[in-house]
């Protein structure tokens, strides 16, 4: 007995129900990425805290102290990592998600299951290194004296935001890695250009108003500016229309790598 995979047309067709009955192997999948991402290292989940921790104070040094740019009148270190939290989150997830078809060879070509789970566990694995770097964002702001805003409840609509575009440009790039292996060459690229034009070192307020519009094309300006007012509120004003733009993008991306993603999943088996 074999089940053949067709291609599907309409959002019916996508059959996201079929996920969410195999919802108990995707926790099992997401919790074996958790496991096996610090196994055999000396220390362990304590590089939740240091990868994050060395890129803000290379961002200190650069931009904070060199540079000297503005930071909303935040410490440049506080102003740092609470937008490297959101930026790291997502572009761990979507590393993760878009490698994991590729990853999981040997568990798509033997068994049947919705190949989305794949991406998605891998995008669920990455939150617990977001909670665990967290909390010395919690330690900072205790360091150097800084309120939490009232607004602090909306970090976690903006956090589903963020998981939602790794997921929707993970699951594109997960079926495209499949058909062209040139895809793991192009991934650091994205990942590393993305953070420098997305505003993790800098205030998007610096962009000139002509090009603001533009630049919230990119869908993590209107989440990073997002999580920075949910924080500290005051000067750091959330701009709507980049939150309203990030939302319609990563609807965008989700239904479109959806589909793509449905519509080439019956290939994955005989070309990896």
């Excluded at 961002?59 to 740019?69: C, E």
């Excluded at 239904?255 to 070309?271: M, Q, V």
Aim: hydrophobic share 55%.
């Amino acid at each position: 007995m074999h089940k053949v995979l067709r291609p599907r047309h309409g959002l019916a067709r996508l059959k996201l129900a079929e996920v969410w009955e195999y919802r108990e192997l995707m926790f099992f999948l997401a919790w074996r990425d958790i496991l096996v991402r610090y196994k055999q290292t000396e220390i362990g989940i304590l590089w939740a805290f240091l990868r994050p921790f060395i890129t803000m104070v290379i961002f200190t040094v650069v931009f904070g102290r060199l540079a000297k740019l503005p930071s909303a009148n935040l410490p440049y270190p506080v102003f740092a990592l609470a937008g490297l939290l959101p930026w790291q989150l997502f572009s761990t997830a979507f590393s993760e998600a878009a490698s994991s078809i590729v990853g999981s060879g040997q568990l798509v070509s033997k068994v049947y299951f919705p190949r989305l789970i794949i991406p998605i566990s891998a995008t669920f694995s990455v939150l617990v290194d977001f909670l665990v770097s967290s909390l010395m964002l919690a330690v900072l702001m205790i360091w150097y004296g800084v309120r939490v805003s009232a607004s602090i409840v909306w970090l976690i609509p903006l956090t589903a935001l963020c998981m939602l575009a790794a997921i929707g440009s993970g699951i594109l790039f997960a079926a495209l890695y499949v058909r062209y292996r040139d895809i793991r060459h192009i991934l650091p690229f994205i990942v590393q250009f993305g953070l420098y034009i997305s505003p993790v070192a800098f205030m998007s307020t610096m962009i000139p108003a002509k090009w603001r519009l533009l630049y919230s094309l990119n869908p993590m300006v209107g989440v990073i500016d997002g999580f920075r007012w949910a924080l500290f509120g005051g000067t750091n004003v959330i701009d709507m229309p980049a939150i309203a733009l990030s939302v319609a993008l990563t609807v965008v991306m989700l239904i479109g790598g959806l589909y793509y993603f449905r519509n080439t999943e019956r290939l994955f088996a005989d070309i990896i």
